[in-house]
């Protein structure tokens, strides 16, 4: 699956999405383009979104809509993009995206970014002149780490490089330009027969994958870094944390040592391309047996029963496309699961 120069493709993509939704219409795929002196190429200017739309037993639904869409407007808020979109117009607009696709399941990716004025263009590092643009597109998207990996596990590595730190590039962002270090780690990884690579914070506890977040079972308790770990406040991390509190599970926020990876008795990762992946091995060494844990599997199932509609979520969570209706969010459009911390609560609009 995984070449060891990492240039096949490794994600399948049946199919794409023939239009795209721009600045309030749908505009053809072949005409969604920019011009190569448009500021986010040169300085990484961007946020965007990773939402997933499955094909539930009622019709395809996308999964924590709300959550995401507010997400996508915190990392706009963080980054000074000063863009005229709400929630209500941005869920409309992708739940509209996913009508006219037709797919019964697929991936959702909103981005606003900065362009450029060609009229009147700006070369410099200040982006307050550029034009912003806002962009959702979608396509049907296979296993993120691997047909397998959902049962049989993945192998790992920790990165030699850190994750950013929170006064330098904002974690809890979901920019562009994060994720040039989430490259550096993924790459390393791939080039070493990895499938993924863990990165530590810059104190040296553990962060989270290069493009998921990540628990650790040691007995029966669950663990996940805390949002101080320069983590993203993952959506499906807040999933599997409600989850795990629905089936009496106790779960955790802690610093985590690189060491303890290694003698954990589970450890997985969960994100909305990985959804809930196993871990098997941490730089060859084998977490407890070697798969997945007992744990591990008791939470992807109710994850997965709860993406087919075929079990109630705790929350709003499904957002079906043919009904038409965003279901309201949980807690004000973002949901942080109220669980024993040892950081101070972080204040999500
Ligand atoms: C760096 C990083 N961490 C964590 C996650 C998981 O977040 P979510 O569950 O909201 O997809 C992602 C995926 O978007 C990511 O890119």
Not at 11 to 38: L, Q, Y
Not at 116 to 124: N, R, T, V
Request: aromatic share 10%; with cysteine.
């Amino acid at each position: 699956m995984f070449s060891k120069d990492g240039k096949h493709k490794d994600v399948k993509t049946p199919r794409i999405c023939d239009v795209v939704w721009h600045d309030g219409e749908f505009i053809n795929w072949n005409d969604a383009r920019v011009h190569v002196m448009s500021h986010v190429l040169h300085y990484g200017s961007s946020i965007f979104e990773g939402i997933r739309c499955y094909s539930a037993k009622q019709g395809p639904a996308i999964f924590r809509l709300r959550e995401h869409i507010q997400r996508f407007l915190n990392s706009a808020k963080i980054y000074r993009m000063d863009h005229p979109w709400t929630l209500d117009q941005l869920c409309r607009a992708s739940i509209e995206l996913v009508q006219r696709s037709g797919m019964d399941q697929c991936y959702i990716r909103p981005i606003l970014f900065r362009s450029l004025d060609e009229d009147h263009p700006a070369f410099g590092v200040n982006p307050f002149p550029n034009p912003l643009a806002c962009y959702i597109g979608a396509w049907d998207w296979g296993k993120y780490l691997g047909d397998e990996a959902i049962e049989q596990g993945v192998d790992v590595c920790v990165s030699t490089w850190n994750r950013l730190t929170p006064n330098s590039m904002p974690a809890m962002a979901k920019s562009g330009a994060n994720y040039m270090n989430s490259q550096l780690i993924k790459m390393e990884a791939l080039l070493n027969g990895f499938a993924e690579g863990i990165a530590l914070d810059d104190r040296g506890y553990v962060s989270e994958g290069s493009g998921e977040n990540i628990f650790l079972v040691t007995g029966d308790i669950v663990l996940t870094p805390p949002l101080s770990s320069s983590i993203l406040p993952g959506i499906t991390r807040d999933s599997v944390i409600q989850i795990c509190q629905e089936l009496g599970i106790t779960v955790k926020e802690r610093t985590i040592q690189r060491a303890a990876l290694y003698v954990a008795d589970e450890l997985f990762f969960s994100g909305t391309a990985a959804e809930v992946t196993p871990i098997r091995s941490v730089d060859r060494i084998m977490v407890g047996q070697g798969g997945r844990g007992p744990i591990t599997e008791k939470i992807q199932r109710v994850f997965f029963e709860i993406t087919k509609g075929e079990r109630r979520a705790p929350g709003n969570w499904l957002t079906y496309v043919n009904a038409g209706k965003v279901a309201p969010a949980d807690n004000n459009g973002f949901s942080t699961a109220a669980i024993e911390s040892e950081t101070a609560a972080i204040i999500v609009k």
